[in-house]
């Protein structure tokens, strides 16, 4: 194991953020705080407690996924894409490290980065509602687990992307819809029964449900299968990075 | 004594059809300074780019000091630093930053004082903490070659290491490739500039549509397929060189001026004193005479023409 070179991967790609520290935290805040205002203080207020929950509480834990999914993606598919647009990548695949190796480094760094944006707008939303988490450790595995999944998405995007503008497509048009439609602002109870079962469909919405599960004990889908479906949906992430592994997929000629 | 590279039967076929090389074999062996010469799209990146691991295989293997460059690639890369042709760098990193990000890729731990030194000797230690982006062309081709020295490697690939870079700059590079060659680096090296092959190598592959034409020491390279030249200037112009004179393998000058004998200097009895004697009684007189041996370059072009 190259541990050397994940190492260096990862803080290459700690540093990156760092350069653009005041960019990374403060665009994520300023549209938590833009959130609150108009859901939480502006519309929120008109809106009666869901599940008990007041509504400004209740979107919490939607806005930490809507953001924490965003950031994994677009963090990792940059990390990973770059390279490649200026040619720096011919480092990385001429050193003795493994393409597994060169993952942990890109999606470790992608995670870390989306885990501390999500936790400062966990903080951020502290100062607009009380917060309540009743399952800390919970709360911390689904958020964990979020960044490491989506930021093995946005390694695979960045590698399949093969300019800016695809780099943008996936979250622009599949992500950001799902995570709208997902439940962020709202319980899927609150849908027409038909849409609530095409709801279901949508993985996001097992995300949001075992998330907002471990603040208040409300969710849409029981526990198990939000465990189940985040699992499922690592899984497929990780095999999709072990085939561009094994075929040197947009990566080798 | 195992070779620094041992290439057998390499084939590269892009996805678009195009053949990039068709069964290469060469051995390089252990601190000689290998040259590769060959026209634009000869395949001699493509080469290099599968020696490092860059490019797939088709056919055939490398090993690297006797290391799979597929199978054991972990220890065949390790030994080998690559200056590849394009100034690719991360523009807004720091010279130190990047350098040593280079040495913990490959697997070695932090040593800045190895970093400190390497910068000094390749004149960039006051550059140290300069974002990439800031420095001159010549500076960014250093860097990329502290870059592939980082993690002392026994291997030196330089893609085109001279490449837009001025004169002077050109020769304090070749004063460190030799520097690195006393140190014991093997260094192979591709070049459009025939004058560096000549200056530097020990060893001269020339590559042709994906074909190595001819791998030989430069010094047998040269006296194999050189020639040595008898120029004469003369008194008087010519017109068209006399039937006398028709026993030798001669030319003559556009303006008349000057016969030109080609002869082979490695032969004892080449012709050139019985030339001068059917000079003298031929009542030829001249007033100058001047030697020229082919150079690398003549070679070259005439190895690519006949290929």
Redesign the interface.
């Known amino acids: 194991m190259?541990y050397?070179?994940i190492?260096?991967?990862y803080?290459?790609e700690m540093?990156?953020a760092f350069?653009t520290i005041g960019q990374s935290i403060a665009s994520p805040v300023i549209s938590t705080v833009l959130y609150f205002i108009v859901f939480g203080a502006a519309i929120g207020s008109r809106i009666e407690d869901i599940d008990g929950v007041s509504y400004g509480a209740f979107i919490v834990p939607g806005l930490i996924m809507l953001t924490v999914l965003g950031q994994s993606i677009s963090n990792a598919s940059f990390g990973i894409y770059f390279p490649r647009f200026?040619?720096?990548i011919?480092?990385?695949?001429?050193?003795?490290?493994?393409f597994f190796e060169v993952a942990i480094g890109y999606v470790g760094a992608a995670a870390t980065k989306s885990l501390v944006v999500g936790i400062i707008v966990l903080m951020t939303a502290g100062f607009f509602v009380p917060l309540e988490i009743q399952h800390p450790v919970w709360m911390a595995f689904f958020l964990v687990m979020t960044c490491i999944t989506f930021s093995l998405l946005g390694f695979i995007v960045g590698i399949w992307a093969d300019g800016f503008e695809k780099l943008q497509l996936i979250p622009l048009l599949i992500i950001t819809p799902l995570t709208f439609l997902g439940g962020s602002f709202y319980s899927i109870h609150m849908l027409p029964d038909f849409w609530q079962k095409i709801s279901l469909l949508n993985p996001v919405v097992y995300l949001i449900s075992g998330f907002r599960w471990s603040f208040y004990e409300s969710s849409d889908v029981s526990l198990g299968v939000s465990v189940t479906m985040i699992l499922v949906f690592l899984g497929i992430c990780m095999a999709l990075v072990a085939w561009i592994f094994k075929t040197?997929y947009r990566l080798?000629? | 004594m195992t070779p620094a590279i041992s290439v057998q039967g390499l084939k590269k076929t892009?996805?678009d059809g195009y053949q990039a090389l068709d069964d290469i074999t060469l051995d390089v062996q252990r601190g000689e300074i290998f040259a590769l010469l060959g026209p634009n799209g000869a395949g001699k990146t493509t080469l290099i780019s599968m020696i490092?691991?860059?490019?797939?295989i088709d056919t055939g293997s490398v090993k690297v000091f006797g290391h799979d460059n597929v199978h054991d690639?972990?220890?065949?890369?390790?030994y080998?630093g690559?200056v590849?042709q394009?100034l690719?760098?991360?523009?807004?990193?720091t010279v130190w930053?990047t350098v040593s990000?280079?040495r913990?890729?490959?697997?070695?731990?932090s040593n800045p004082a190895y970093i400190e030194e390497l910068l000094k000797k390749l004149s960039l230690w006051d550059k140290k903490d300069a974002q990439i982006r800031t420095l001159s062309g010549g500076m960014k081709r250093r860097v990329m070659i502290a870059?592939a020295l980082s993690h002392e490697p026994e291997i030196l690939f330089l893609d085109e290491p001279t490449a837009g870079v001025d004169v002077e700059l050109r020769k304090s590079m070749w004063a460190q490739v030799r520097q690195l060659r006393e140190m014991g680096v093997t260094i192979i090296l591709t070049t459009h500039y025939i004058e560096e092959a000549e200056e530097m190598a020990d060893r001269i592959g020339v590559i042709n549509k994906g074909q190595l034409i001819v791998t030989e020491e430069k010094k047998v390279l040269m006296k194999k397929l050189g020639k040595k030249q008898l120029i004469v200037h003369l008194h008087h112009p010519l017109s068209v060189v006399p039937e006398s004179l028709s026993a030798f393998e001669l030319g003559l000058s556009k303006d008349g001026q000057c016969l030109v004998f080609t002869y082979d200097p490695a032969i004892q009895n080449n012709g050139v004193l019985d030339f001068m004697d059917a000079l003298k009684s031929n009542a030829i007189g001249c007033h100058d005479i001047e030697t020229h041996q082919s150079s690398l370059e003549d070679i070259f072009v005439q190895l690519i023409g006949e290929s």
């Open positions: 190259n050397h070179g190492l260096a991967i803080k290459f540093s990156r350069r200026t040619g720096t011919y480092e990385i695949l001429s050193a003795p490290i493994s040197g080798k000629n | 892009y996805a490092c691991g860059i490019v797939k690639y972990r220890q065949a890369r390790s080998i690559l590849p394009e690719t760098t991360d523009a807004f990193e930053k990000f280079s913990e890729l490959f697997g070695k731990s870059k």
